[in-house]
């Protein structure tokens, strides 16, 4: 009897600041193509900090498997 076993993609938060969006949008695209489950936490918001704790709440939750944070200055 041959067991199938399915592999799960592993999944990434991605957050930034909005100096970094550029570099993001290039990661994302990358990890994408690798297989990854990516969630863009966004870039948008001036004060980075709050991007960074939704990234590592949502990462400390077991709701993602790693998080990325990026930093454009």
């Known amino acids: ?8 993609k592993m999944s990434v938060a991605i957050g930034c600041d909005p100096n970094a969006t550029g570099l993001k949008e290039i ?6 193509e690798l ?9 948008d918001d001036p004060i980075y900090a709050r991007v960074a704790f ?13 998080g990325i944070l990026l930093c454009g200055t």
């Open 35 to 43: 297989g990854y489950a990516v969630e863009d936490f966004g870039s």
């Open 54 to 66: 939704s990234v590592g709440e949502a990462v400390a939750a077991k709701k993602y498997d790693r």
């Open 27 to 32: 990661v994302k695209k990358q990890l994408n």
């Open 1 to 8: 009897m041959t067991q199938k076993t399915e592999t799960k």
